[in-house]
Nanobody, 118 residues
Framework: QVQLVESGGGLVQTGGSLRLACAAS???????????MGWYRQGPGKQRELVAV???????NYLDSVKGRFTISRDNAKTTLYLQMNSLKSEDTAVYFC?????????WGQGTQVTVAS
């Protein structure tokens, strides 16, 4: 059974940094088993949007508004996905969800709240 557990959210001041982690179990991060993985977010009163996506063997892609500030990475040995968020802005306030797509099936974490205070 695949499980994803996010951590690292919290309250931060504008311009601050946070690193989100998504620990996966029941799955391996190999190029043969993962289609892609990444992070979505949903801000208050907004639709869910894709923030960053990582495809094994390919470069990452980012939402335009976070390019240069956010970095997605993973530790294959720990089966953990990360999102380093720097220079945070109030508009980054949202619940952040990690996901893994494997063989066309999507698995989701429960979400972690990020609040950026001005």
């Amino acid at each position: 059974q695949v499980q994803l557990v996010e951590s690292g959210g919290g309250l931060v001041q504008t311009g601050g940094s946070l690193r989100l982690a998504c620990a996966a179990s029941g799955i391996t991060f190999s190029i043969n088993s993962i289609d892609n993985m990444g992070w979505y977010r949903q801000g208050p009163g907004k639709q869910r949007e894709l923030v960053a996506v990582s495809r094994p063997g390919s470069s990452a892609n980012y939402l335009d508004s976070v390019k240069g500030r956010f970095t997605i990475s993973r530790d294959n040995a720990k089966t953990t996905l990360y999102l380093q968020m720097n220079s945070l802005k109030s508009e980054d306030t949202a619940v952040y969800f990690c996901y893994v797509r494997r063989e066309g099936n999507d698995f989701w974490g429960q979400g972690t709240q990020v609040t950026v205070a001005s």
